[in-house]
């Protein structure tokens, strides 16, 4: 089939590659000239493993060509995917005007009938405003083409997003066309045949629910993890013994149970945020996911009051970060937990250090005040603390040995609980993590 991806960022360029590689002819819009560049160059714009492959396979083959052009993205294409940004507006709700711009351009610019599919995460009743935008642009212009609008959001985590659109768990489609629905069982039909997963056909609302509930119930597994987590401090549990223990119940799984400095990235948060907003657009006042929210924001103050704890003042004081991207495999730094406590660190006068495999180009740009260093023990040379922020290989690999030797003060806190604690302590380092008590300890009274 003739298929555009309008939006070739995260989302859109792994959903482009993979249609090409399922054998349909793709074409891929960006409004980001240099992003098309990159592009039409055999460059992939971000880090994605597995990704620049399947992008010059697609392109090598003919499947897959990149455009600037809506007017060349949309022309005589069947299929149309939005994968444009839905960025945090002030307050949480999800800025939806990029959405509503492709809306007006496919009632502008279709030359035949066309279907129009939700792919970026989108709260529910979307896919009502984008129909209406496009009946209304198309009584001004005259339009007769179909255009009927689609769910079929994506579920894909950024560092696996490509094993995890060629492997999905499951395809959602939620339409109220029949038309739409066959075009998206046709697009999927060659996955179907290497792949075998649930299909769920729903309406339009629902599909759109069923993403922001399953984002915002992966980010409440983190918070309660997390919670749990302040408590075994208190009364010297591990809580990685108390998450292998939970996840060995199969209605509660091992899965998405690591307790530490919390979620990051371009979805969770923003995700929590956008579906808090709805539901309190539509008169529901959902505090469980405000206290998800919460629990979160306060995993990253704790590490500020570990810190403060151990170092007195902050001012003065040389603090190593090892890793920046919001977890391993990626250099996305969006809404990463070492940016947020290098931002508040700098703010208090300490000299940051930063250590990434990835994501230290980024950081330049955004953070020039601190100090990129690109190996792990050179960037704790001599510092004061270093804390554990993304659970890289080249993190994990450090020794208590090798860490107590380069620190000025012998100080870790293990913001992903990926040390052992008697290792560290037996290697010298004041060592701290989340949840994990040093040694076995008794129940301490209140
Ligand atoms: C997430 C969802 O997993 C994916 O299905 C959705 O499509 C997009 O959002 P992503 O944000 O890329 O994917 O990464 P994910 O692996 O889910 O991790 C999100 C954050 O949670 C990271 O900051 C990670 O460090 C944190 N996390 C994850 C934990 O703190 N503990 C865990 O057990 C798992």
């Not at 001012?315 to 990626?330: C, D, H, R, S």
């Not at 806190?413 to 010298?428: C, L, Q, S, W, Y």
């Amino acid at each position: 089939m003739r298929v555009a991806v309008i939006g070739v960022g995260h989302v859109g360029l792994v959903t482009a590659a993979c249609l090409a590689r399922w054998g349909h002819q793709v074409i891929g819009m960006d409004d980001d000239p240099d992003k098309i560049a990159t592009l039409r160059s055999g460059g992939v714009p971000f880090h994605e493993p597995g990704l620049a492959e399947l992008v010059n396979e697609g392109r090598s083959q003919g499947r897959l060509r990149f455009t600037d052009d809506v007017d060349d993205a949309l022309a005589d294409v069947a299929v149309a995917f939005v994968c444009v940004g839905t960025p945090s507006l002030p307050g949480g709700a999800p800025n939806l005007s990029f959405v509503e711009r492709v809306g007006q351009a496919a009632a502008n610019h279709a030359t035949g009938d066309l279907v129009l599919v939700e792919k970026s995460t989108v709260p529910a009743n979307t896919g009502v405003r984008l129909t209406q935008v496009i009946v209304r642009e198309q009584a001004r212009n005259g339009s007769s083409v179909s255009i009927d609008v689609a769910s079929n959001p994506e579920f894909l985590r950024e560092g696996q997003a490509v094993h995890d659109t060629l492997h999905p768990d499951r395809v959602v489609v939620g339409t109220d066309s029949e038309r739409a629905a066959a075009a998206l069982r046709d697009v999927y039909a060659p996955l179907l045949e290497r792949h075998d997963c649930p299909y769920l056909r729903t309406d339009l609302v629902t599909a759109e629910l069923i993403k922001h509930a399953s984002n915002a119930f992966l980010a409440t597994r983190i918070s309660f993890i997390n919670a749990i987590a302040r408590i075994c401090d208190q009364v010297g549990a591990d809580v990685a013994v108390v998450a292998e223990g939970m996840g060995h119940d199969h209605r509660i799984g091992a899965h998405f149970l690591r307790a530490g400095l919390g979620y990051g990235g371009s979805c969770f948060p923003k995700d929590v945020d956008a579906f808090i907003h709805l539901s309190r657009s539509l008169g529901y006042d959902f505090r469980l996911l405000e206290e998800v929210r919460r629990v979160n924001d306060a995993m990253r103050e704790h590490i500020l009051e570990i810190l403060r704890a151990e170092l007195w003042h902050l001012e003065g004081k040389t603090v190593t970060l090892l890793g920046a991207a919001f977890k391993p495999g990626t250099d996305d730094l969006r809404n990463a937990p070492a940016l947020w406590l290098a931002e508040r660190l700098l703010a208090e006068g300490s000299h940051v250090r930063v250590y990434d495999p990835v994501a230290l180009v980024h950081l330049k740009t955004c953070l020039p005040d601190v100090e990129c260093v690109d190996d792990p023990l050179a960037a704790c040379r001599d510092a004061h603390a270093a804390v554990v922020c993304t659970e890289w290989d080249q993190v994990t690999a450090l020794r208590g040995q090798q860490l107590a030797a380069a620190l000025a003060y012998p100080i870790v806190i293990d913001g992903r609980n990926v040390f052992d604690p008697e290792t560290m302590r037996a290697a010298g380092v004041h060592y701290h993590a989340i949840g994990r008590p040093a040694t076995k300890a008794t129940l301490r009274r209140p």
